[in-house]
């Protein structure tokens, strides 16, 4: 595996970007939310790419980590646990949640474990909305002490936390064995790659990486007016699509594609309110399609193009 | 009657054809032989539109078949009975059969052509009713066979039919073709891993080694010539002898 | 013994539009081995078609029918050409399959979203003078949009097998299904053949639509909920076997109904996924057995 420099270098100038700027200047709220909201979609796409874009498990029902490290985080948090805690057994919680789903649907076969990751996911959501129907918030003491640093800076170390160590999973030998896996999954168990480990462990971190993501996400939040809405579909299809339009199975890859999806969503939410996803399914479609590698794969190839050799972080071909 | 020029054929980055030019005569019955891998399935499968060829092209009565997709050689009239026979394993030996008609041309006279079929290879009416999966290997290589003539092509590629048969079984095939060939003047082309069987049927035949040709004649002379069983078995004459 | 019956004869109902509803999942995945996630986004806007003509002027749903197949067929043929085909120049297939439900999970956001614009959020449900009444027969009720549904359920399944094992077309389906190769060295344009299949397929969806509108309600969000649905029938009679797709529904439709008797009518989809884990971990490849044959 290559380590290349200059991505490396491209993201700790933007991680110093975050950083400082807040510190320099008065961002306003509005726009810290959106930085925070950010860093949970950079969290949640890099977990997802995880499990889907470096170890070949297309998990449709991803939404249940997120929302199971939300509502536990919210939970513990009221009931005065201190919030790093919180967070922290919200995203082991996530990662329990996998494990049990983990033993029965990790022995199917793609298409199959991706049917059973949605229907997990809607029972989920079905069961919450069920025991929490009506809203749920935080003790209005909570609201008095509300400071955005300290969010915006536990979110961004979390999403630096999630990037370093998805980059020192893939760069070990179990990331070998998780790229093998999703190359060839036959061909892998007869080299003797225990392929059912390899899969399960991929989901656990990846699992409780989401949690962690739902519990920056609670941190931020007050007031759930149906806690199941964390449960839906779209936190499963929003991460998705910064993963495969950003360059799935590389490390840059979700965060640029959490960038743009973020950035594209300010812009349109604007104009066309929840519309604006449609134009993110209309965009999912050609990427699929003709443009596998997304935007990573532009940038290589404009590179290319303008001459020097710019590779992600780890790379399909081998 | 069809006429290849420069054809080369890729699988994927891996070169398979290289160069090839070959011409198939009206009426004739030519074989390609070569050993594993020569190059000789390839050749079919481009004829037949399986194979896109890049560089060179084919000519079938003056029609360019390197563009055309398979399903409109068929409509051409040239049929494949390809490698491994690949029937319809849960579709009954009269569907297999009626789907070989599926060609605009040949759908027409359809049931008419299924007598036929069953004239030629009377099991194969006995079994009408049976799934093509549940066929033993000779069975299965006349439903192929007769499956490719519903086409009523003009030109019929059979690839690699002798494998995993009885010498009876092969022997009564190659009577059939060689009947067929006669009365409906059907032109041939016939891949074949027994030399001695495709010398035994054929008039001409090329000789085919990693992807080039490398002797082309009539039969008689293929079999006297050296050249033969160096090609095919790598062996130089003298040693065999 | 009445609520016996009743339970039975409700599960027999239900089973059959569940039935009906995986018919056009069960194809796709049978012919092209796609997974279309959007499955149940179809059945959705085919239910659509069907309140805005029946709001709009007045047509009975069970008259729309036709109408909603030709619109959801072409649409199907749309979604092939655009977004399926391209795929089929890819490698392998568990490729294919993976994309597949990448993409189809992408149009689940486009079609939901147009359709909320179109119709806005609003549960929406067909209520015509049929709505909620039943009929008793041999001294059990049935309600008459059930009885519709099952109705309309046979008929389908009965033209779609129909169409698959005796019209030549249907051998080209099948033909293409078992060996696409050979299919097209038999003058079978497999193209067209997966084109048409397509565009049937999402008509089938279409056509469970309208029935699921007038017998309960749609959404434009509720389409999940049948898919998973479909998901479990297409598990329950084993994958590429069309013809099991019926019983299986009724089996799923029966088995349900059993369970909400047992544990009452708010677990109801509970049950199902229940039903589904259990099949998940002991039978995954479904509880009829297809001949699979071999040759060579």
Known sequence: MKIDLRSILVLAVIGACFIVLPLAIDLGSSTMNILILLFVYIILSQSWNLLGGFTGQINLGFAAFFGCGVLLTHLLWKSGVPIYLAIAVGGLSAALLAGVIGLPTLHLRGAYFAIGTIALAEALRILVGNVFPSSLSLPGTYASNFNVFPRYYLGFGIAVLTMISVYLLVKSKFGLAMVCVRDDEEASQVTGINTFKTKFIALLVSAFLAGLAGGVYSFNRFYFHHISAVFEPIWTFEPLMAVVIGGSGTLIGPVMGSIFLVVLSEIFAEILGEAHLIIFGVLLIPVVLYSPSGLVGWIDWLKKVIGGVGKPLVSEER | MLEASNVSAFYGDLQALWNISLTIHEGEIVTFIGSNGAGKSTIMRTIAGLIKPKGGNILFEGIRLDRLSAHKIVDLGISMVPEGRRLFPEMTVLENLEVGASAKAASRLRYSHIHWIYELFPILKERSKQVAGTLSGGEQQMLAIGRALMAQPKLLLIDEMSLGLSPIVVEHILQVIQDVSRTKKLTIALVEQDVGIALSVANRGYIIEHGRIVMEGDTKSLQVDGRLMEAYLGVLKEEAE | ?296
Not at chain 3, 100 to 123: A, E
Not at chain 3, 134 to 152: D, M, P, Q, R
Not at chain 3, 182 to 196: D, E, F, P
């Open chain 3, 1 to 296: 013994m009445g609520i016996f019956t009743q339970t039975i004869a409700y599960g027999i109902l239900v089973g059959a539009m569940y039935g009906l509803i995986t018919l056009g999942l069960g194809l796709l995945m049978g012919v092209m081995k796609f997974l279309n996630v959007a499955h149940g986004t179809f059945i959705v806007l085919g239910g659509y078609i069907s309140y805005w003509v029946f709001t709009r002027y007045g047509v009975n749903p069970y008259l729309s029918i036709p109408l909603v197949i030709v619109v959801m067929f072409i649409i199907g043929l749309v979604v092939y050409k655009v977004t399926l085909s391209p795929l089929l120049k890819l490698p392998s297939i568990g490729n294919r399959l993976n994309s597949s439900m990448l993409i189809t999970f992408g149009i689940i956001y486009v079609v939901d979203n147009l359709m909320t614009i179109l119709w806005k959020p609003d549960v929406r449900s067909i209520v015509a003078p049929f709505t909620g009444r039943s009929i008793e027969l041999f001294g059990t009720k049935f309600s008459v949009t059930g009885l519709c549904g099952f109705g309309v359920a046979i008929v389908v399944a009965v033209a779609l097998y129909f169409v698959l094992g005796r019209t030549q077309f249907g051998k080209h389906v099948r033909a293409a299904t078992q060996d696409a190769e050979a299919a097209s060295l038999c003058g079978i344009n497999v193209h067209r053949t997966y084109l048409i299949s397509s565009g049937i397929a999402i008509a089938l969806a279409g056509v469970a639509g309208v029935i699921i509108v007038s017998s309960y309600s749609i959404s434009p969000n509720s389409g999940l909920r049948w898919l998973l649905v479909a998901f479990v029938v297409m598990i329950l009679a084993g994958e590429g076997n069309i013809h099991a797709i019926v019983p299986a529904g009724l089996i799923l439709g029966l088995l349900e109904a059993g369970g909400v008797l047992i544990v009452g009518a708010p677990y109801r989809q509970v049950v199902a996924l229940v039903i589904f884990i259990v099949i998940l971990i002991f039978r995954p490849q479904g509880l009829f057995r297809k001949r699979r044959l071999t040759y060579g």
